[in-house]
């Protein structure tokens, strides 16, 4: 079996290594980082943290130099979602992409390349610590399901989430992972936003009684959207807050990293989806609108000659 | 009153030294300060305005309010979070001044009221200044400083119209109102929305905050906040002077025509920005006081002030997460 796994960051890097594992899949590896994918061709891909092993993975700058493969696993930032499926189309001709990226809106992007989607919700968490090195922090499970309108066969999601689990990985195929995928987007909503205006580290903030309130608002709304869409959240999104609290008290969420070092955020297909389908599904969500200006407004204002209106 | 000869400002920051240069133009401008090295400068240098007024003004300083002689006019021009401590500063001195508050937000008028008999002048500010040191301000909007008689106390109209003759002489702006509170509450309205959405995005009060096509456009946010805002006015049963998302659409359209520099940072953005406690307790978190007597929500207002007040926090917070200079 030949599996891609587009963008090979922390979190495709941790897909990769499982199945690297296994002696019956070739793993191929799409990333524009020359200096990462070099690594990986010289001395393999490594993991340290959690797992500590070295997996041997083609990786390329050039998706014009990969082979067709059954599968695809995308685990590209969300708003790199088009660029990299335009680069690897190719690649899927008669081929299954999975997603396993943040948020929500990706798997109706990846629908317009391929012809059979997966959509996923994946737990793991990674950071990558040099070029060709990933430290595997934290464990978790992944759910997957075939994404409508251009579903996967079951049979097909199943012999994806067979052959990672035999790579080590805690999969869960399921008919509809809907569930899974709002739980963790309402979540992200919530806790993402709260690190990256504040600055404070999740558990932090939860201390934080009126921050800890915008929170629960947050998820209040998430949860109103997932209801009028008919999906039944996996567990309560304000009750994985707290949990949250206690297992990772001073994790900086994903998007504070990305403010502290001025990067774009998700925040379009975090809190930024959820207002975007409860526009279209009539569900009023007005502190998701909010955060979601405010994340712009931020992300604009790294952009000084553009505000200041200086001429080039 | 027979004549304003002599005025005191308390807390010349940009704002107050605004005030002082220019009154100095047309009375003995005294400062009280909260520093002797500040007095001290002051009394040598004097105060120089650059910008838009072209000033050198001698300034009679002291920390010591009996060193100031017999004052007419009292300007309170501190941080709102200092009111209290500058009043408590001033009780038992001069009994024949009035006292104006020129602070954001709403409330230091009965912070005042409490440490002296003093009329009280309502006043809301929009000129703005950069402070560039102790001897030296520069001053960028000049726009009107609105002022009317406190309701809560013993202040006349004729008294406002004096105070409004003396500060347009000395070539600030000014205007007075009969009643000042629809005119308090549209820049309460405004500051509580631009002021903490400026802090939270670190953008100056750019063109930005009046674009609103689509709902991730800032401009969305800042109209839904004031909105908010404008019905929990509506609520206390004031009616509003002006609109305030219409200030701020006029507001976010000065100097930003051409290959200009100028972008005003909202106090709360300097704040913000040197880690400094801001003021949002008396301007968002006054909205939010106002909805709740009013028995309305205002969610958008309150989630401002919460995550203001959550990023206050994190100063006191061992970050290991630095930010980059």
């Known amino acids: ?312 | 009153m027979a004549q304003i000869n002599r005025t005191c400002v308390v807390g010349a920051g940009s704002i107050g030294s605004l005030f002082a240069s220019h009154l100095a133009t047309v009375a003995e401008s005294t400062v009280l300060t909260r520093r002797q090295e500040h007095a001290d400068t002051l009394n040598r240098l004097g105060l120089r305005v650059s910008g838009k007024s072209d000033l050198k003004s001698q300034i009679t300083a002291s920390m010591d309010p009996t060193d100031l002689g017999d004052v007419d006019l009292v300007i309170i021009a501190t941080k709102a979070s200092a009111v209290e401590a500058s009043a408590r500063h001033l009780a038992g001195h001069f009994p024949n001044a009035a006292v104006m508050t020129v602070q954001n937000g709403m409330g230091c008028e009965e912070v005042v009221a409490r440490f002296g008999d003093w009329p009280i002048i309502s006043a809301v500010t929009f000129m703005s200044g950069i402070r560039h040191s102790d001897s030296h301000v520069e001053y960028e909007l000049d726009t009107a400083t609105w002022m009317g008689p406190w309701a809560g106390g013993t202040a006349d109209y004729a008294l406002v119209e004096q105070v409004e003759k003396l500060i347009n002489d000395s070539g600030l702006k000014a205007r007075a109102f009969q009643d000042l509170l629809p005119a308090q509450w549209s820049k309460l309205i405004f500051n509580a929305v631009v002021n903490s959405v400026a802090a939270l995005t670190d953008l100056p009060h750019v063109k930005a905050f009046a674009e609103r096509e689509r709902f991730q456009d800032l401009g969305h946010l800042v109209f839904a906040a004031m909105d908010e805002g404008k019905r929990v006015a509506a609520a206390r049963g004031v009616e509003l002077f002006e609109d305030p998302w219409q200030m701020n659409v006029e507001a976010t359209s000065h100097g930003q025509s051409g290959n200009e520099e100028y972008a005003h940072a909202p106090s709360m953005l300097e704040d913000v920005r040197a880690r400094r406690l801001t003021e949002i307790d008396w301007i968002t978190g006054a909205i939010v006081r106002e909805a709740e007597k009013a028995g309305i929500g205002a969610p958008i207002n309150a989630s401002l002030y919460r995550l203001v007040k959550g990023k206050e926090s994190s100063w006191s917070f061992n970050d290991p997460h630095k930010r980059k200079a």
């Not at chain 1, 990706?106 to 919700?121: H, L, N, S």
């Not at chain 1, 009028?228 to 994985?240: E, I, Q, R």
């Open chain 1, 1 to 312: 079996m030949k599996v891609c796994i587009i963008g090979c960051g922390a979190i495709g890097s941790l897909f990769a290594a499982h199945l690297g594992r296994l002696e019956d899949v070739e793993v191929w590896a799409y990333d524009p980082d020359e200096t990462h994918v070099n690594a990986i061709n010289e001395n393999g891909l490594r993991l340290t943290g959690l797992s500590d092993i070295v997996v041997p993975v083609k990786a390329r700058t050039d998706a014009r130099q990969i082979p067709e493969c059954e599968f695809g696993i995308i685990a590209a930032k969300t708003m790199y979602t088009r660029a990299a499926m335009e680069a690897t189309a190719h690649i899927f001709r008669d081929g299954a992409v999975c997603s396993v990226q943040n948020g929500i809106g990706a798997e109706e992007i990846i629908a317009e390349f391929v012809p059979r989607v997966i959509m996923g919700t994946t737990f793991p968490a990674g950071h990558i610590t040099a070029p060709g090195v990933v430290n595997h922090d934290t464990g978790g499970k992944t759910w997957i399901s075939p994404f409508a309108p251009k579903p996967a066969s079951m049979e097909e999601v199943r012999l994806l989430a067979d052959t990672l689990i035999r790579g080590g990985a805690d999969i869960v195929a399921m008919e509809d992972a809907s569930g899974a995928l709002w739980t963790k987007l309402i979540f992200n909503s919530a806790s993402n936003v709260m690190g990256a205006l504040t600055h404070l580290p999740h558990g932090v903030a939860c201390d934080q009684p009126g921050v800890r309130r915008v929170m629960r608002a947050l998820v209040d709304e998430g949860k109103a959207v997932a209801a009028a869409l008919g999906v039944t959240l996996d567990s309560d999104p304000d009750a994985l807050i707290d949990y949250g609290r206690e297992k990772a008290y001073q994790h900086p969420p994903s998007m504070l990293s990305d403010v502290l070092n001025q990067r774009v955020t998700e925040i379009d297909a975090l809190n930024g989806g959820i207002a975007r389908i409860g526009k279209k599904i009539g569900v009023a969500t007005p502190l998701n609108e909010a955060m979601t200006a405010i994340i712009k407004g931020l992300e604009y204002s790294w952009r000084e000659d553009e505000w200041r209106n200086l001429k080039p």
